[in-house]
């Protein structure tokens, strides 16, 4: 039984609203110091072919040997995935002409992947439940090298540096249904990847690219044709491509066509797909067990001694932040959407209020931070800083108002906060006989507005301004609004 469509997610074509289909085929950089079958390293932005081993470079005669590192975070991150790990693999040549991996023939794996079926938990904007993506299976293979054709008017170049690279190829099931799904799933999936430390997650480097494959049709029918959008290396980009796609997509089809399955590219530039090539069927690769290598096989206690080691993953860590210190969903998202982010979190939060502790990361510093382009990581204010402001507005020594004055200054100054609030008398006026004098002073230059306050009690909130004013902003609101209630004669 398919569930019902979210009519929000449907596309108006001219004849009728059509649903979109996605399947993801993401391609992630094994994040290990070698390469999958050889020593080589795995370094970025060295000399172009400083980095290739003979075993790369496909020399006859020369054997590839498996990188076990590469094993373990292959089934580190199917475990990450709630996958099921499959403790006998086998690694299968796929015939095709690559100009940049001399081989002539990809190492990958075909019928018998390391992990097989697992999910994501991805929430996306603006949905009040998440949407599960379910895993197809993910498989270790090799990277190709670059052909480099813009240096020279006659010559191309190749660099093989990272020929031989291991990636996980990580395949969903048509599970997606929008642009803003699919974003969301590759966001959540690289934030997997980057807490496992399976993946650095980089898409400027080309370190996780995806290979978008989408179909419309109309809400019940059965899945349409797909065309697979090749290689793109944003989230962005993955959405637009999604959208202009599916649109093309429809516009042939509401023109009485049909959809050829192919292989396409987006062009960012141009905002289009355009065809590549018609797509090759599996029997085309002629795939058979690679003869150099041996079925890759372990026993559970391997696997078991790796679950039992995982990080805490984002979901569970969410989880918890709601639980340990009572925040939104939404807040525990944010703050857990990067490790980094839920450490800082977490250190400025000891022994204080965890839901006012949020508000000051999210909304004060994340803010901040997002302004400048800046990394958590490279953050003025340390977790110490935000801990002793949110001290500092808890016990009522400051204003929120002010607080933000402090942070500003701590952010471009550095220092310790309550030294600073002491050093420059900023500390909240409760003392209740300067407040009245500033209340009373109000009140004797304003009698109009005495007058229509009595009449319109929601005039109080011109006095409190005035008052708050007057005192630079630090006398303390609570107490600025009973004593004016009260010699305002308004009730409540
Ligand atoms: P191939 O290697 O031929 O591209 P895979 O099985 O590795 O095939 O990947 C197929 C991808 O296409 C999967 O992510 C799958 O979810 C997706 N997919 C399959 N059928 C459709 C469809 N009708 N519309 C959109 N995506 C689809
Ligand atoms: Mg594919």
Known sequence: MNAPVNP??????????WEVVIGLEIHAQVNTEAKLFSGASTRFGSEPNANVSLVDAAMPGMLPVINEECVRQAIRTGLGLKAEINHRSVFDRKNYFYPDLPQGYQISQYQHPIVGEGEVIV??????????????????????????HDQDPRLSFVDLNRSGVALMEIVSKPDIRSSEEAKAYVTKLRTILRYLGTCDGDMEKGNLRADVNVSVRKPGDPLGTRCEIKNVNSVRFIGQAIEVEARRQ??????GGTIDQETRLYDPGKGE?????SKEEAHDYRYFPDPD?????????YVKALADALPELPDAKKARFINQYGLSAYDASVLSAERESADFFEEAAKGRDGKQ?????INELFGRLNKEGRDITASPVSAAQIGSIVDLIGSGAISGKIAKDLFEIVWTEGGDPAAIVEARGMKQVTDTGAIEKAVDEIIAANPDKVEQAKAKPSMLGWFVGQVMK???????????????????????
Do not use: C
Not at 293 to 301: Q, S, V, Y
């Open 8 to 17: 929000k997610k449907l596309i108006k074509g001219a004849t009728a609203d």
């Open 293 to 301: 290598l041996l079925p890759l096989e372990f026993d559970g206690a």
């Open 273 to 277: 797909t355009r065809s590549m090539r």
């Open 123 to 148: 929430d996306v904007p603006g949905y009040s439940e998440p949407i599960i993506v379910r895993i197809e299976r993910l498989h270790l293979e090799q990277d190709a090298g670059k052909s480099i």
């Open 250 to 255: 429809i516009g042939i089809i509401e023109d």
């Open 470 to 492: 007057a005192s630079g902003g630090k006398a303390n609101p609570g107490t600025v609004n009973g004593m004016l209630k009260a010699k305002l004669g308004i009730d409540g």
């Open 357 to 361: 502790t949020a508000n000051w990361v």
